[in-house]
Structure formats: C-alpha cells, structure tokens
C-alpha cells in the first residue's frame, strides 16, 4: 500500500459514516497535504542557513535568504543606491519532490560574473538571464539569475562557495549600532492609497511586492512572490518628497508594450525587458524602471501601468 493510498483510506474510515448520502470526495487532498507537508518538514534548514551562513525568511514553505550587495557604493543620476533600492540580491529554496528547487538573483560587478558563473555551473545549477536592471550606474552592476534542483544544503553550499570564491559579496551581516534605521521621508500612507497596496519600510525604501492574479508555474511548481513572482515597485527618498523609483514588473508578452506606453506617458524611463526564467508557463517578461520625481506622481505613474496587466487587486 502507498503512502497516498494508506491516507486515504484512513480518512475514509474515519469520515465514511457521516458522508453516506454526501457528492463523491477526493481523497487525494488528505494524502497530497500530508506528503507536501511532510517534504518540507524532512529539509533540514538548519543545515542551509549554515551553508549560506544566513538565517532564512519564511513565506509558507519557502525560504529566502537575502544577499543585499552592502559593500558596493553605486550612484545613479547623483542618487546613491542603497541596497534595498536595487542591489539586493537573494536565493530562495522551496520543496520540491523530497529535494528543493532554488531560485535566485545575484547583484555582481561585471569582472564577477564569468567567475561566479563557472562556480554555479561546475557545481549542477543552472544559470537563467544574466542582464542589467538599471543604466548609467557607477558602478555597472549586473544580475544573474539562478535555478536548480536538488539537496538544499548541497545547493546552498555552492551558491556560498561561487559568490565567495568569484565575488565580494558579503555574507556577514552589516555591523550595527545604536542608532535605528532611518526613517522614510515619504507619505507611505498616501503611497499605500496610490498604489493599493501595503509598502513594506526596509532599509529606508518603501517597498511595494503587488503578486498577479494567476501566478506562473515551473516545473509545476506556482513561482510565489517569495521566489520572484510579484510586480517589485521600491521607493527611496530623495528629498523634498521626491523619490527615486526602480524595480520590476512582472508581465505576458501581450501586456509588454501597454504597461511601457503608460511607464513613458508618467515619464518613468524603461530600463531592461526580459526574461528571468526558461520554461516558465506561461511566459512572462520583466520589465525594469527608473525615474527620480515627486514621489506621489510616480506612484499614480505607477499605477497607471499596472493597471495595463492581470494584476492582483486588493
């Protein structure tokens, strides 16, 4: 007897007797809830924040470890970037068949990428996109997008080993002090209506995560928020209420070119569209932005795009 069968027949004796004149019941919801749970549960991810030296956040089954780029010093349009604006990169594992499929986005200099990428490569994962978010950066940076399958910690020991040995990524938290973060001088609460959605205040950015209505899949996994699948809007302050905007939209083909039309009609300059995956279902394009303004007039700008795609509505 399986482990599916087993569950179901379990379930059914003990819920038979009050289902006799009930519709027809799948029992497959039982066993599938208790295998995908079990899977999470049988990942060791202490092991994993080991091998990333990180501790995860948690969002359901996945879990992501942020690798913000703290030790760069990049300016654009005289605007200096902090990490939580544009170069925060990160992994996130989730069960997957007994193992974990990864997904991740490393923030690299350009002399980085060829060493990392042999690292990851030699090591069984795959690379996804390499490209720019952002233009005229000093400092270019660059983005590489990763995927694999396998034993987490296995994972997660290479990504630590590639982004050691082939960058200067930093993997020991910031040093602190007594000071607290600084505040975000933005009317978050104005941004909150614009937007219609709830900003996230981190690392002095407004952070905006706005999921689709119907999530891609890969592999027959649903790529969540957590793994990359929401539209990222951030928001750092400039000063006198403005702000500098930058992020990714996430869209179908045939949704590209009416969000880029209303992007350039608020006066948002279109910075990168591509792909971060490969066998996605069904396809979808990133589209990146950048533009540095009163920050309540590229919220509306904002909005206006989204509303061009099948976004989430709250």
Known sequence: MTMKTCF??????LLLPSLASAQPV???IFAESFISGAHAQ???????????????TVSGEVHR???PRSDLHVTLDSVAIKPALALGGWVAFT?????????????????EITPVMTKLLNS??????IHNHILRAQPATFYMHVGGH????KLATAIHEALSTGSKTPFEPPATTAVS?????????KLDEIMRAKGTVTGGVDQFAIPRREPATEAGMTITPAMGGANAINFQPTGGGKAAITGDFLVTGDEVNPLIRALRAGDIEVTAIHSHMLDEQPRMFFIHFWANDDSLKLARGIRAALDKTAVAQR
């Open 65 to 67: 470890y942020g690798l």
């Open 181 to 189: 973060a600084p505040a975000v001088d933005l009317d978050t609460a």
């Open 124 to 129: 069984g994962l795959d690379i996804t996109a």
């Open 8 to 13: 179901a027949a379990i379930a059914a004796a």
């Open 150 to 153: 396998g034993d987490p910690a």
């Open 95 to 111: 069960p997957m068949d007994g193992q974990a499929m990864v997904m991740g986005d490393l923030v690299l200099l350009e002399s």
């Open 26 to 28: 799948d029992w497959n």
């Open 42 to 56: 049988s990942i060791d991810w202490k092991k994993v924040d080991a091998a990333l030296g990180k501790s995860a």
